[in-house]
């Protein structure tokens, strides 16, 4: 059953705290080279049959639509299998 | 008749019952409304009230926002009904397009709870016209989600167009962009905030203020403005 998955990121200019959080805690940790660290979503939709475009043209709506908010997040990716689409 | 105020109950809500309470102080009629109907059972004004709804899945207020009664409510928005969205029903009415900008994590990480001063900035819509300009009211502030943020365009369109309806004053609790604690709509009649007037509402059991511990009533103006902004309509 094919599986595809979207990719969610807070957006690049504003604060992530979660991720600055877990910046400091890296730092302290001794891996201070690690500047900035970034947390996003990942969702996974398993689907019954074939992936087509009718199928990518409603994932990509549901990632516009509901699963990110466009003043927040961007969507970065969405793949099918491990296929960049 | 009395006003009939409305009060959506979503899987997660906290404080609908004290949002019922508040109408009720100020002589109106609460009508306790659920989440799953599309039936808004003729309410005159809508709260949409603090909590979890979802448990903050997705996003806080991402998945009340699409639940079924907020077909109703978006659309009687559009029609000049008063709807308040407070905490998570301000995050509910981001989500729904209502109100424009976003609500992440507090700049600091931790959940807060403080008695919350703020600044009256817009005191001419269906919420705050009890209000003076510039007034200065305190009532509580709860949130681990309450930062307000939105791009530079919006915010120079917010300021310009008097849609802040109220900032922080003193310490910013959260980092939300220019001290913004809560919008309106073009309108007047859509206001969402993080704060809880509907917790400042009763002696002895409101924010502590200068004169007295736990004596804050500031709240209560918020639901007396509803009620005079549908007298007034009439």
């Not at chain 2, 016209?129 to 709860?142: D, H, T």
Request: hydrophobic share 45%; proline share 5%.
């Amino acid at each position: 059953m094919p599986t595809i998955v979207v990719d969610v990121m807070p957006k690049a200019e504003l604060l992530d705290p979660q991720g600055k959080a877990t910046t400091g805690a890296l730092a302290r940790l001794g891996h201070g080279k690690f500047e900035n660290v970034r947390i996003g979503k990942r969702f996974e939709f398993t689907v019954e049959g074939e992936v087509d475009e009718a199928v990518l043209a409603e994932v990509r709506q549901l990632a516009e639509e509901i699963l990110s908010n466009s003043v927040i997040e961007d969507v970065v990716a969405i793949s099918v299998d491990g296929e960049a689409r | 008749m009395s006003t009939r105020i409305g009060v959506v109950t979503f899987p997660g809500s906290l404080d609908d019952r004290d949002a019922q309470r508040a109408i009720r102080l100020v002589g109106a009629e609460p009508v306790e409304l659920w989440h799953a109907d599309h039936d808004l059972q003729g309410v005159d004004a809508i709260v949409l009230p603090g909590g979890f709804s979802y448990g903050d899945y997705l996003r806080p207020g991402a998945i009340a926002a699409v639940s079924p009664i907020m077909t109703e409510v978006v659309e009687a928005a559009g029609k000049g009904m008063p709807v308040l969205g407070i905490c998570n029903g301000f995050q509910v009415l981001v989500e729904s397009h209502l109100l424009p900008g976003g609500l992440i994590r507090n700049a600091h990480q931790q959940f807060i709870r403080r008695d919350q001063r703020l600044v009256v900035e817009n005191a001419d819509t269906a919420w705050t016209n009890s209000f003076e300009q510039g007034e200065e009211i305190v009532i509580p502030l709860k949130n681990g989600d309450g930062g307000f943020i939105a791009d530079d365009e919006t915010l120079k369109r917010l300021e310009g167009e008097g849609l802040i309806a109220f900032r922080y004053a003193g310490v910013n609790p959260n980092g939300s962009l220019d001290d913004i604690a809560g919008l309106t709509n073009e309108r007047g009649n859509v206001v969402g905030l993080m704060p809880h007037p509907e917790h400042a509402v009763e002696p002895g059991f409101g924010p502590d203020m200068p004169d007295a511990m736990r004596s804050g009533i500031d709240g209560l103006r918020f639901f007396e403005s509803a009620v005079a902004a549908l007298a007034a309509r009439v």
